[in-house]
């Protein structure tokens, strides 16, 4: 009777080491699984506004630039009359926050003094404030919807330019991603101008090269701004504003 019994406790034994060596390989399985896609064991501290393991160290990014551009503006008031033309230095500063992976927000402002170039123009300061929000949802295509306000100021008069906007951006990489080439698009769907109509049309268009080595930066920007106005008594208004900028760039997050 004793070795019936014996043998129950061995096979008894076999059956849990086997059982224990399954949950053990499926324990395993599940470690590599986890460490696969970056999760680990939910903890006593962590928080459902605080993203756990992996996604807690993707700091945002933050670019600090500086730039200066040399800037044309044309003024024509439909008169049959010479355009106007102004021109200067302008130098600013812009602020790239990119808190995830495919979004951004970019935080602009310059200013400068615009000579005259021909007569009846008069110098001016112009200044201006730009934020912009962006998403990327895919490679090379970036969205952007923002704001921007601007101010021009001479020896008789200010005139202030408030505007939304909308456009696109894209980002082709060149020699091996080191450089972009970049394009840009922007709408101006709201334009609101002190002291005149608002224009029919508000459009942007960009185009340059950006490289970048570690955290430095480097681009070269060509831009230019038309905007047409409503006839007006048998006149119809049309500004120009054009820049060729250069910006360098650091980078402080991670």
Same mark, same amino acid.
């Given at each position: 009777a004793r070795a019936p019994a014996r043998q129950g406790g061995r096979v008894g034994t076999a059956g849990g080491r086997q059982a224990g060596g399954t949950a053990a390989r499926a324990q395993a399985a599940a470690r590599a699984l986890q460490a696969r896609l970056g999760v680990r064991d939910i903890r006593d501290t962590d928080s459902v506004f605080r993203a756990p393991g992996s996604l807690s160290q993707q700091s945002a990014r933050w670019t600090l630039s500086l730039f200066g551009e040399h800037a044309e503006r044309r003024v024509d008031f439909g008169l049959g009359l010479e355009t106007e033309r102004t021109s200067g230095l302008l130098f600013g500063g812009e602020l790239r926050i990119a808190p995830f992976r495919r979004s951004e927000a970019r935080i602009r402002g310059f200013t400068g003094e615009l000579s005259a170039r021909t007569t009846g123009a008069l110098d001016a300061t112009v200044g201006e404030s730009q934020v912009? =929000? +962006? $998403?990327? %949802? #895919? +490679? /090379? =295509? /970036? *969205?952007? *919807? +923002?704001?921007? $306000? !601007?101010g021009y100021r001479d020896q008789f008069a200010a005139q202030q330019w408030r505007s939304l906007r909308t456009g696109f951006e894209l980002r082709l990489p060149l020699s091996e991603g080191a450089m972009h080439a970049v394009l840009q698009t922007t709408l101006l769907p709201v334009v609101r101008v002190s002291g005149l109509t608002s224009p029919d049309l508000g459009i942007i268009t960009a185009g340059g090269l950006e490289y970048r080595a570690g955290r430095l930066a480097a681009a070269a920007f060509y831009g230019l701004? !038309? #905007?047409? #106005? %409503?006839? $007006?008594? +048998?006149s119809r208004r049309r500004e120009q504003f054009a820049g060729l900028r250069f910006r360098l760039g650091v980078q402080l997050g991670r």
């Open positions: 912009d =929000l +962006g $998403v990327n %949802p #895919f +490679g /090379w =295509l /970036w *969205l952007h *919807l +923002g704001a921007a $306000v !601007r701004e !038309r #905007f047409d #106005f %409503p006839d $007006v008594a +048998g």
